[in-house]
């Protein structure tokens, strides 16, 4: 806000009221990951005159059209999707790449920004926007991820598909890690919008039937294949089927609070009484104190020092006594 007091005090604006609508301006910008857009301002009674003599004085810079980027605010991800949402008109969201990446999935720095866009408007955005106007819209919801209105989870990952087929499994490996979603929930949403014609919907299908035929392995292939990785990346050792407040658990990472559990989509998945036993289970060690770790038996074999380097952090924070400096 400092900056739009100078300007509005340095004679470069000589109508009082302009330096109070500055101060709204900038202070909204604050909360908007150094954005303003032209609607915004409109709601705070700014005039038009106002809007560009503040771009004129160096207060803001023209981002997008009718988007402006408050100076010296930091350059981020977020802010460039805000702003292209913002520039694509009402009712736009993040989707796509964009959306993927709002939801914890990694990707390429030079993505396009996606929006999607239910309304008909055309009008003229930078190359770098790509507005996505969708035949399907069925469930689509805008959630908001970083103060960011972006589509859901399973929406994204059904758009996703039609962008970028090969990045479907990783981002929705993902998102399962984070429990943002289950695969029931995903698959559900599946054959919901499955139908001829819909893209998308092959890669998500394919990336799915991948996660269920990598079931878990027998527990003999299991328990040495997470013993050599906790000793090959200098972990604490774990027990094997430990049981804990009468439960059987994977591992226990001994003289800890840390459950690792190796999942399954077959098992704990798509079958209902395995989703609500697992989760009356969780609850009650997390009652107990425990944090349960949740880790793909893909990802142990496939990129064991991401796990590795996980679970090094979850010990760090539960067992830092464990930690061998």
Not at 154 to 171: F, H, I, K, Q
Not at 242 to 260: M, R, T, W
Request: charge should be neutral; charged fraction near 25%.
């Amino acid at each position: 806000m400092a900056a739009a007091t100078a300007i509005a005090e340095s004679g470069r604006l000589d109508v009082p009221s302009e330096g109070v609508k500055l101060q709204l301006l900038d202070a909204y910008a604050q909360r908007h990951h150094g954005l303003v857009s032209w609607e915004a301002a409109k709601r705070l009674k700014v005039s038009r005159a106002t809007w560009y003599r503040a771009q004129r004085s160096g207060l803001f810079e023209p981002l997008y059209p009718n988007v402006a980027r408050l100076w010296g605010s930091p350059a981020t991800f977020e802010q460039r999707v805000l702003g292209a949402v913002w520039a694509a008109g009402p009712d736009a969201m993040a989707s796509h790449r964009s959306a993927a990446a709002l939801w914890g999935v990694e990707r390429p720095a030079d993505d396009p920004l996606d929006v999607i866009l239910p309304s008909r408007l055309r009008h003229s955005l930078p190359k770098e926007i790509v507005v996505h106007r969708p035949r399907d819209a069925k469930e689509l919801r805008s959630f908001r991820r970083s103060g960011v209105p972006v589509t859901s989870p399973m929406r994204m990952l059904l758009d996703l598909g039609a962008v970028d087929a090969d990045a479907v499994l990783p981002a929705l490996e993902a998102v399962l890690s984070t429990r943002v979603v289950s695969v029931k929930a995903v698959y559900s949403f599946l054959v919901r919008h499955a139908k001829r014609g819909r893209h998308g919907v092959t890669a998500l299908r394919a990336a799915i039937e991948e996660l269920m035929i990598t079931d878990r392995p027998s527990d003999t292939e299991l328990e040495r294949v997470f013993a050599q990785l906790m000793a090959d990346h200098g972990l604490p050792p774990v027990e094997f089927h430990a049981l804990v407040e009468g439960f059987e658990v994977d591992f226990l990472v001994v003289g800890s609070p840390i459950v690792i559990e190796c999942e399954g989509w077959v098992a704990h998945g798509l079958d209902r009484d395995q989703f609500e036993f697992d989760r009356m289970r969780a609850a009650v060690l997390a009652a107990a104190g425990y944090v349960i770790v949740p880790v793909t038996w893909r990802a142990a074999t496939s990129t064991p020092a991401v796990v590795a380097t996980r679970l090094a952090a979850v010990v760090r924070q539960w067992a830092p006594h464990l930690v061998v400096a």
